[in-house]
């Protein structure tokens, strides 16, 4: 006999669970003290706030390609942790939520904190369920593990009314799952064959999640094998290694303009694991919907993404390590596109090196530094906003889980999933990066690093205001500055305050000396950027956008 509460435990240990994320509620006090009985075999990490345990659990997800697994309360902790959740759905990660609900005896009163979560999480998770009965907790937690990693992978949220998980019950537990996989098509591996064979200016885009290291090795093989170019989707850079001859780019926010325009000449886009969504596509202007100019190849494991936006000249239904084994077999292509792969590839290497910014501070000196003393294969996490164009343009990612960041373009990620990143790779440097608004909405977690004792580099950029919106702002608004100025802290006295190593950087000449000192600590340190709000994209400057639109 056992409760509620040790039986979904035990559960989580069939499915290979070994790190889960919370914030403590008295809804869910018996899975607590089940998770304390199974103490060896789930470590528990207790997060600030229930969205930084959500991203935590997201970000897991994103690291290892495991199942993030995240615990909340009912009504304002499952509120918190909806952006997790979504964020979980638009990046296609694997992650159940367990959310404590009020008891059986209280449903449908408007009890304290009661929500209805199908009608709340429906629209962004594959599944939402209640689980009213002990006796079936295996049930459910075996299907919720199949749904969050089958197809598209995406979360799952799981309600656990506070009398069920004090029910003591008899129950069998539930192996662990096997997860179906779905195949390429002979005759579709024929229709591939042939249309690279008829291509004259071809371009390979990665993205998605689903990835192991081993299709990453697959994949390379492939490419190198048929000497072709390849690019990376939106916040996907890590799925080719970024110093490999045959990389060409990202493709996402802040394209290489040589990058954009080699997208829209190929004549054969093969596209395998991406979603081809306005990030990627640049506002769908890079590929033509509903029928591109290019020929198409769309390789993707959810059915539903195939011709939502775009048709292909051919659609494959597969799961990516299946589809990208059955690549690696197709014969030998004959490649003539030296000349293409060599253009892409050198684009892509002049568009790395790190420019010049405004200020006392030059943003692409920060660049040279962390590049210069940083581990090659660092993991690289960060949230959203201006500052992130520094990282994606000018870092190269060494490949396989060496970027951890939201390609829903969710603030406050950044600190949160540098939390998560070292639990997941332990053995990797990890580096958070934040502008100063990101950082503010869950900076809080660098105290849960500080906790845990987690080394990890935080570095915020500090521009005094939304820069994103502000750039949007001044493009359609000009001088109309409203809403975005922010009066932040002493960023690096809050850090020590949390128990961090921290300074301040607000010199161009301070920069090395201050990066290697951060690196040489044995504790979680941060470095805080004064970054002049001129410095709003690796392109342009505020002013330069302020004064394009006056002149319209």
Same mark, same amino acid.
């Given at each position: 006999?056992?409760?509620?509460? +040790?039986?979904?435990?035990?559960?989580? $240990?069939?499915?290979? =669970?070994?790190? *889960? /994320?919370? %914030?403590?509620?008295?809804?869910?006090?018996?899975?607590?003290?089940?998770?304390?009985?199974?103490?060896?075999?789930?470590?528990?990490?207790?997060?600030?706030?229930?969205?930084?345990?959500?991203?935590?659990?997201?970000?897991?997800?994103?690291?290892?390609?495991?199942?993030?697994?995240?615990?909340?309360?009912?009504?304002?902790?499952?509120?918190?942790?909806?952006?997790?959740?979504?964020?979980?759905?638009?990046?296609?990660?694997?992650?159940?939520?367990?959310?404590?609900?009020?008891?059986?005896?209280?449903?449908?009163?408007?009890?304290?904190?009661?929500?209805?979560?199908?009608?709340?999480?429906?629209?962004?998770?594959?599944?939402?369920? +209640?689980?009213?009965?002990?006796?079936? $907790?295996?049930?459910? =937690?075996?299907? *919720? /593990?199949? %749904?969050?990693?089958?197809?598209?992978?995406?979360?799952?949220?799981?309600?656990?009314?506070?009398?069920?998980?004090?029910?003591?019950?008899?129950?069998?537990?539930?192996?662990?799952?096997?997860?179906?996989?779905?195949?390429?098509?002979?005759?579709?591996?024929?229709?591939?064959?042939?249309?690279?064979?008829?291509?004259?200016?071809?371009?390979?885009?990665?993205?998605?999640?689903?990835?192991?290291?081993?299709?990453?090795?697959?994949?390379?093989?492939?490419?190198?094998?048929?000497?072709?170019?390849?690019?990376?989707?939106?916040?996907?850079?890590?799925?080719?290694?970024?110093?490999?001859?045959?990389?060409?780019?990202?493709?996402?926010?802040?394209?290489?303009?040589?990058?954009?325009?080699?997208?829209?000449?190929?004549?054969?886009?093969? %596209?395998?694991?991406?979603?081809?969504?306005?990030?990627?596509?640049?506002?769908?202007?890079?590929?033509?919907?509903?029928?591109?100019?290019?020929?198409?190849?769309?390789?993707?494991?959810?059915?539903?993404?195939?011709?939502?936006?775009?048709?292909?000249?051919?659609?494959?239904?597969?799961?990516?390590?299946?589809?990208?084994?059955?690549?690696?077999?197709?014969?030998?292509?004959?490649?003539?596109?030296?000349?293409?792969?060599?253009?892409?590839?050198?684009?892509?290497?002049?568009?790395?090196?790190?420019?010049?910014?405004?200020?006392?501070?030059?943003?692409?000196?920060?660049?040279?530094?962390?590049?210069?003393?940083?581990?090659?294969?660092?993991?690289?996490?960060?949230?959203?906003?201006?500052?992130?164009?520094?990282?994606?343009?000018?870092?190269?990612?060494?490949?396989?889980?060496?970027?951890?960041?939201?390609?829903?373009?969710?603030?406050?990620?950044?600190?949160?999933?540098?939390?998560?990143?070292?639990?997941?790779?332990?053995?990797?440097?990890?580096?958070?990066?934040?502008?100063?608004?990101?950082?503010?909405?869950?900076?809080?977690?660098?105290?849960?690093?500080?906790?845990?004792?987690?080394?990890?580099?935080?570095?915020?950029?500090?521009?005094?205001?939304?820069?994103?919106?502000?750039?949007?702002?001044?493009?359609?608004?000009?001088?109309?500055?409203?809403?975005?100025?922010?009066?932040?802290?002493?960023?690096?006295?809050?850090?020590?305050?949390?128990?961090?190593?921290?300074?301040?950087?607000?010199?161009?000449?301070?920069?090395?000396?201050?990066?290697?000192?951060?690196?040489?600590?044995?504790?979680?340190?941060?470095?805080?950027?004064?970054?002049?709000?001129?410095?709003?994209?690796?392109?342009?400057?505020?002013?330069?956008?302020?004064?394009?639109?006056?002149?319209?």
């Amino acid at each position: 006999m056992r409760s509620g509460g +040790q039986v979904l435990v035990d559960q989580l $240990i069939t499915q290979g =669970v070994r790190n *889960a /994320f919370c %914030v403590p509620g008295e809804s869910y006090l018996a899975v607590l003290d089940a998770l304390y009985l199974k103490r060896e075999k789930i470590s528990l990490y207790v997060a600030r706030q229930d969205g930084g345990a959500s991203f935590m659990a997201e970000a897991y997800g994103k690291a290892t390609g495991e199942t993030g697994i995240c615990f909340v309360t009912r009504g304002p902790g499952a509120t918190n942790a909806s952006i997790g959740v979504h964020t979980a759905y638009q990046d296609s990660t694997p992650m159940i939520l367990f959310i404590g609900q009020v008891g059986n005896d209280m449903v449908e009163r408007e009890a304290f904190q009661e929500m209805d979560y199908r009608r709340m999480f429906g629209q962004m998770s594959k599944w939402v369920a +209640q689980i009213d009965r002990a006796n079936r $907790i295996p049930e459910y =937690v075996a299907r *919720a /593990f199949h %749904v969050a990693n089958s197809g598209r992978p995406g979360p799952v949220v799981l309600a656990l009314p506070e009398d069920m998980l004090v029910d003591w019950v008899d129950v069998p537990d539930t192996p662990r799952v096997t997860i179906a996989k779905n195949r390429p098509t002979a005759q579709s591996m024929l229709d591939v064959k042939e249309l690279l064979r008829k291509s004259e200016k071809p371009l390979v885009v990665l993205g998605g999640s689903g990835w192991s290291e081993r299709a990453c090795r697959q994949v390379q093989s492939f490419i190198e094998k048929n000497k072709l170019p390849v690019g990376c989707s939106f916040r996907r850079q890590d799925l080719f290694d970024n110093h490999h001859p045959n990389y060409v780019g990202d493709i996402g926010i802040g394209i290489n303009p040589k990058l954009s325009e080699m997208v829209k000449e190929s004549d054969l886009l093969l %596209v395998i694991g991406a979603r081809l969504g306005e990030m990627t596509t640049s506002g769908y202007t890079l590929i033509q919907a509903p029928t591109p100019r290019q020929k198409l190849i769309h390789i993707h494991p959810g059915s539903n993404e195939l011709g939502r936006v775009f048709q292909g000249s051919v659609m494959i239904n597969s799961d990516i390590e299946e589809a990208v084994d059955a690549l690696v077999s197709l014969p030998d292509i004959g490649a003539t596109w030296g000349a293409w792969l060599k253009t892409g590839n050198d684009n892509y290497r002049a568009n790395v090196i790190p420019v010049s910014s405004p200020g006392d501070v030059d943003l692409g000196e920060v660049m040279t530094v962390l590049r210069g003393l940083l581990p090659r294969d660092s993991v690289i996490t960060n949230g959203a906003g201006n500052f992130s164009g520094w990282i994606h343009r000018h870092w190269q990612y060494a490949g396989y889980k060496t970027q951890v960041a939201p390609t829903n373009g969710a603030m406050g990620y950044g600190v949160p999933a540098g939390v998560a990143a070292k639990i997941a790779l332990p053995d990797k440097f990890v580096v958070s990066v934040s502008g100063d608004g990101c950082f503010l909405m869950n900076g809080q977690e660098i105290s849960t690093a500080n906790q845990y004792g987690l080394k990890i580099l935080f570095i915020v950029f500090d521009n005094g205001m939304f820069g994103t919106i502000r750039m949007h702002q001044e493009r359609d608004y000009p001088e109309h500055v409203y809403g975005t100025d922010l009066m932040n802290p002493d960023f690096a006295a809050l850090a020590r305050a949390y128990g961090l190593y921290a300074e301040t950087i607000t010199s161009t000449e301070d920069i090395k000396d201050s990066v290697a000192r951060c690196i040489e600590k044995d504790v979680a340190s941060l470095i805080h950027i004064k970054v002049d709000p001129e410095a709003i994209t690796t392109r342009t400057t505020l002013t330069s956008i302020r004064d394009n639109a006056l002149s319209k």
